[in-house]
C-alpha cells in the first residue's frame, strides 16, 4: 500500500506562488499515476492535474492551465504541483493521489486507490 504526505501549503497573496511536494512511501509508486485534487469549504473535490507514471502525459483542468505545473521525480518517490499566479479561488485544501497506470492520467478520483491527507492553500486577496 502506497503512503502520501503532502507538504508545501500555506497563505500567499494573490499572485504569488506556491509549490506543493507528495513524498510517496514506497517505490511501487513509480509505477502509478499521480493526481491533485483541491477541495473548498463546502464545494465537492475537483481535478487539479494528473501526470503519467512515466511523466509522458499530463492533464489540467482548465481553471489552472497556464498557471500550475505538475512534474514527477520518480528517483525520489516525489511528486510535485507548481503553482504559479495563484488567485483567491485557489483557496482549499491539495490533495495528492496514486492510482493506476492508465494513458492519458484519469481526472475523477474514483481512479486513485490512494490518497495523502492533504495541505492546506490559503491564498489572500
Known amino acids: 500500500q502506497v503512503q502520501l504526505v503532502e507538504s508545501g501549503g500555506g497563505l500567499v497573496q494573490a499572485g504569488g506562488s506556491l509549490r506543493l511536494s507528495c513524498a510517496a512511501s514506497?517505490?511501487?509508486?513509480?509505477?502509478?499515476?499521480m493526481g491533485w485534487f483541491r477541495q473548498a469549504p463546502g464545494k465537492e473535490r475537483e481535478f487539479v492535474a494528473a501526470?503519467?507514471?512515466?511523466?509522458?502525459?499530463?492533464a489540467y483542468a482548465e481553471a489552472v492551465k497556464g498557471r500550475f505545473t505538475i512534474s514527477r521525480e520518480n528517483a525520489k518517490n516525489t511528486g510535485y504541483l507548481e503553482m504559479n499566479t495563484l488567485k483567491p479561488e485557489d483557496t482549499a485544501v491539495y490533495f495528492c493521489?496514486?492510482?493506476?497506470?492508465?494513458?492519458?492520467?484519469?481526472?475523477?478520483?474514483?481512479?486513485?486507490?490512494?490518497w495523502g491527507q492533504g495541505t492546506q492553500v490559503t491564498v489572500s486577496s
Open positions: 514506497q517505490r511501487t509508486f513509480n509505477s502509478n499515476n
Open positions: 501526470i503519467t507514471w512515466s511523466a509522458s502525459m499530463t
Open positions: 493521489a496514486a492510482g493506476r497506470m492508465r494513458r492519458p492520467p484519469a481526472e475523477t478520483s474514483r481512479a486513485y486507490d490512494y
